[in-house]
Nanobody
Framework: QVQLVESGGGLVQPGGSLRLSCAASGSTLDYYAIGWFRQAPGKEREGVSCISSSDGSTYYADSVKGRFTISRENAKSAAYLQLNSLKPEDTALYYC???????????????WGQGTQVTVSS
């Protein structure tokens, strides 16, 4: 059974940075696309970024493009999301997920972590 654990969230001031990590156990990451999603209170879960399993292609939501960077390290069964130039509207619970293809759709991901909270506030 695949298990995902996110870490690295916290409270940060606007303009600050965080690095989120996603640690996987129970399976190698090699053949999975990895997605990062977020959910703010009262809002639907939305795709933030994803990375393919084949060639490492990356995709970003327009709202985070140029500020967030996704990466993966299959040998360590880990994935990361670097968050820079954070804004209050980035405040949310951030999840990593594994799926068969790199999309921003929640329905395309089979395995999910419990999330790590990111709060951007002065």
């Amino acid at each position: 059974q695949v298990q995902l654990v996110e870490s690295g969230g916290g409270l940060v001031q606007p303009g600050g940075s965080l690095r989120l990590s996603c640690a996987a156990s129970g399976s190698t990451l090699d053949y999975y696309a990895i997605g990062w999603f977020r959910q703010a209170p009262g809002k639907e879960r939305e795709g933030v970024s994803c990375i393919s399993s084949s060639d490492g292609s990356t995709y970003y939501a327009d709202s985070v493009k140029g500020r967030f960077t996704i990466s993966r390290e299959n040998a360590k069964s880990a994935a990361y999301l670097q968050l820079n130039s954070l804004k209050p509207e980035d405040t949310a619970l951030y999840y990593c997920a594994l799926g068969s293809k790199p999309t921003m759709n929640v329905e395309d991901y089979a395995y999910w972590g419990q999330g790590t909270q990111v709060t951007v506030s002065s």
